[in-house]
């Protein structure tokens, strides 16, 4: 196993070909929940749990039993049958096992299965043919950078609470922009490794 | 939803302008961004979810009898599926080199807010026909905000329109990076809601 690669890949999926800057998915949820930096968090975190997790599951099925019978045609369906299920049950699990996790985290759960990265991610995965630990690798920088993008939005959004912005601009438009500024900023990393 | 049954030709003004997926309701706004860097590119896309809309409405709707609503949630979701792998394959056949570019946004199809919302909240309560209408009326909204946003990004990032240059001289090359798409969409969004403050008297968008 090579560790350099894992990490590499782990860097760049979540800096240079960060999901949400350039990209651009996930955004529902991005500009969903970006306006309270307590939500920002919770929803990172989750996210990042559900991203590896998924991202392993769906590795598993697509090599060992969709290559092996053909059905990769399938792709799309079993992938988001496949996220749907986990949510879904991780979602009951919690709530039993840990109650007041499930408090905490409980509402992202359910807004993760609409969020386009969770099917991205393992689409990509199937695409590149990375193996296990790399699909698992990019899942994982997937979901840091996803979280990354909240938390700098959140803490942007928070201030701009209290900003004068101009009548027609104010909610989305005006996150739209701030969120172009940002993807520039973003830009500067790109070429930071060449994979 | 409102009560009194609309007109076919209200649902898909409904769907074109007033509830309008991107601009109004401000739904599914990954591809808006992704896509849209060439008009090429924002119309095959516009021309799939429209595709995916109506098929998904009108399947949905000719079940709505038969599914129980406590596994409705994973039926919608197949039901997409289906027809997103069937708009997937057509395009990987038929359109290679289009598909080659925007073919991951094309699969994202099935994550769509928009698509599942009214599958929820129109197709599941209503006749076949009007749901096809409305399924109709929302997937072209989808594809005239795509058009317009390319429209914008691509005149102005590369001077041109389909590929074809139009004007000559040095482009602004910031409207074709990712940046330049969330820029093009947040000021369109805002252009919108003055129009709609200014002349209709609305309250703009229903902002997040």
């Given at each position: 196993m090579d560790f350099t690669k894992l990490f590499e890949l782990v860097v760049s999926s979540a800096l240079i070909n960060n999901f949400v800057f350039t990209m651009f998915l996930g955004l529902c949820i991005f500009f969903g929940v970006s306006k309270k930096m307590e939500t920002a968090v919770g929803m990172s975190i989750t996210f990042t749990a559900v991203m590896v997790v998924s991202a392993a599951l769906s590795w598993v099925v697509f090599e060992f039993i969709m290559r092996p019978l053909d059905l990769t045609f399938l792709k799309i369906i079993v992938f988001i049958g496949i996220v749907a299920a986990f949510v879904q049950s991780a979602d009951t699990i919690m709530k039993k096992v840990s109650p007041a996790l499930y408090y905490k985290l409980g509402v992202y759960l359910a807004l993760i299965t609409t969020n386009c990265i969770i099917i991205?991610?393992?689409?990509?995965?199937?695409?590149?043919?990375?193996?296990?630990?790399e699909s698992m690798a990019f899942g994982l920088g997937s979901g840091l950078g996803f979280g990354l993008a909240l938390i700098i939005m959140a803490s942007i959004r928070e201030k701009l609470e209290v900003a004068d912005v101009p009548a027609p601009f104010r909610g989305l438009p005006i996150s739209f922009i701030l969120a172009g500024l940002i993807a520039l900023a973003f830009t500067g990393f790109s070429g930071l490794i060449t994979l | 939803m409102s009560l009194q049954p609309k007109s076919n030709w209200e649902l898909i003004k409904n769907g074109m302008f007033g509830e309008n997926t991107i601009f109004r309701m401000a739904i599914s706004l990954c591809p808006s961004i992704a896509v849209t860097n060439g008009m090429k590119n924002g119309m095959a896309l516009g021309i799939a979810v429209v595709f995916v809309q109506t098929m998904v409405n009108a399947t949905i709707s000719l079940m709505?009898?038969?599914?129980?609503?406590?596994?409705?949630?994973?039926?919608?979701?197949?039901?997409?599926?289906?027809?997103?792998?069937?708009?997937?394959?057509?395009?990987?056949?038929?359109?290679?080199?289009?598909?080659?570019?925007?073919?991951?946004?094309?699969?994202?199809?099935?994550?769509?807010?928009?698509?599942?919302?009214?599958?929820?909240?129109?197709?599941?309560?209503?006749?076949?026909?009007?749901?096809?209408?409305?399924?109709?009326?929302?997937?072209?909204?989808?594809?005239?905000?795509?058009?317009?946003?390319?429209?914008?990004?691509?005149?102005?990032?590369?001077?041109?329109?389909?590929?074809?240059?139009?004007?000559?001289?040095?482009?602004?090359?910031?409207?074709?990076?990712?940046?330049?798409?969330?820029?093009?969409?947040?000021?369109?969004?805002?252009?919108?809601?003055?129009?709609?403050?200014?002349?209709?008297?609305?309250?703009?968008?229903?902002?997040?």
């Open positions: 991205a991610v393992p689409l990509k995965n199937a695409g590149e043919h990375y193996n296990f630990f | 709505r009898n038969f599914i129980h609503p406590k596994i409705r949630i994973p039926i919608f979701m197949l039901v997409i599926a289906g027809y997103v792998t069937i708009i997937d394959l057509l395009m990987a056949t038929y359109a290679r080199p289009i598909y080659k570019e925007i073919g991951l946004y094309i699969q994202i199809i099935v994550a769509f807010a928009s698509i599942f919302a009214r599958a929820e909240v129109f197709a599941s309560k209503n006749k076949v026909w009007s749901s096809i209408c409305d399924g109709f009326g929302m997937g072209v909204g989808f594809l005239l905000a795509m058009l317009v946003i390319s429209f914008f990004r691509e005149l102005l990032g590369k001077g041109e329109l389909f590929g074809y240059s139009i004007i000559a001289g040095n482009p602004l090359l910031i409207m074709i990076l990712p940046a330049g798409g969330f820029l093009a969409v947040g000021l369109l969004m805002g252009f919108f809601n003055w129009v709609d403050m200014k002349y209709f008297g609305g309250k703009g968008a229903s902002g997040v």
